[in-house]
């Protein structure tokens, strides 16, 4: 079946560090991938979309990784800020469709 | 920015009873979403709607739910019979892409908060 996995448990950092998320999929064959930011009580927020055929996309202190032999995304937020606490997204459309799947969401609490 | 606007915040309802939620897609998008997301589980898709007709919907979208664009601008979804497990939260969202150009980015509203009695 298809499945797309975030790690459940909440990631804790302090301010100022490298904040590294992962989205594992399986039974996909994403045309891209995109990264959500949701806050409690709030609709999804669209961060970055990243391609099928590309590595790596970057926005201001964001990153985003595709790796689709791995079946794998990692997104990173440099130099993070209390602000940055909020539960990350990752959604996978799929050549055909469109429409994002997305996954459950990792929570980053960064403290200050 | 221009946003996604969603009416009711917050509905509370009497098993049984219909409920609709009200959402104000992106003046110049083409394509609406419904999704939901219960309590501590993950967003997911209910039904896409694009020319005035379903394009898509899920499992999830069976004949108690229905989709309707009653205007220019408004974009609703029923729940003709509510049960205690549609409580969940709401999402409304749109897009301005077609599928073919292989960007499809959602924005969303905030949400309606249904809670089923």
């Known amino acids: 079946s298809q499945k797309i996995e975030q790690n459940s448990e909440a990631l804790n950092i302090q301010e100022g560090k490298t904040a590294t998320l992962t989205c594992n999929y399986t039974?996909?064959?994403?045309?891209?991938l995109q990264w959500y930011r949701q806050d409690p009580g709030r609709g999804p927020v669209f961060l970055l979309l990243?391609?099928?055929?590309?590595k790596e996309k970057r926005k201001e202190r964001l990153k985003v990784t595709f790796d689709t032999t791995l079946k794998q995304s990692l997104f990173h937020i440099t130099a993070s800020q209390p602000a940055d606490s909020a539960t990350y997204l990752c959604?996978?459309?799929?050549?055909?469709?469109?429409?994002?799947?997305f996954g459950r969401g990792t929570s980053l609490i960064v403290h200050p | 920015e221009p946003e996604v606007t969603q009416t009711p915040s917050h509905q509370v309802t009497q098993m049984g009873q219909e409920v609709i939620l009200r959402c104000v897609p992106i003046?110049?998008?083409?394509?609406f979403y419904w999704y939901r997301q219960i309590l501590g589980q993950k967003v997911e898709f209910l039904v896409s709607?694009?020319?005035?007709?379903?394009?898509?919907k899920s499992e999830i979208f069976d004949d108690q739910f229905s989709v309707e664009r009653p205007d220019g601008s408004n974009f609703t979804l029923k729940i003709r019979s509510t049960k205690l497990e549609d409580s969940a939260m709401y999402f409304c969202?749109?897009?301005?892409?077609?599928?073919?150009?292989?960007?499809?980015?959602?924005?969303f509203g905030a949400g309606s908060r249904l809670t089923v009695l």
């Open positions: 969202a749109s897009s301005e892409t077609s599928k073919g150009s292989g960007a499809n980015v959602l924005t």
């Open positions: 039974n996909y064959s994403p045309a891209y």
């Open positions: 990243i391609r099928e055929n590309e």
């Open positions: 959604a996978l459309s799929q050549g055909g469709s469109y429409i994002p799947t």
């Open positions: 003046s110049n998008h083409l394509y």
């Open positions: 709607f694009y020319n005035n007709e379903i394009s898509e």
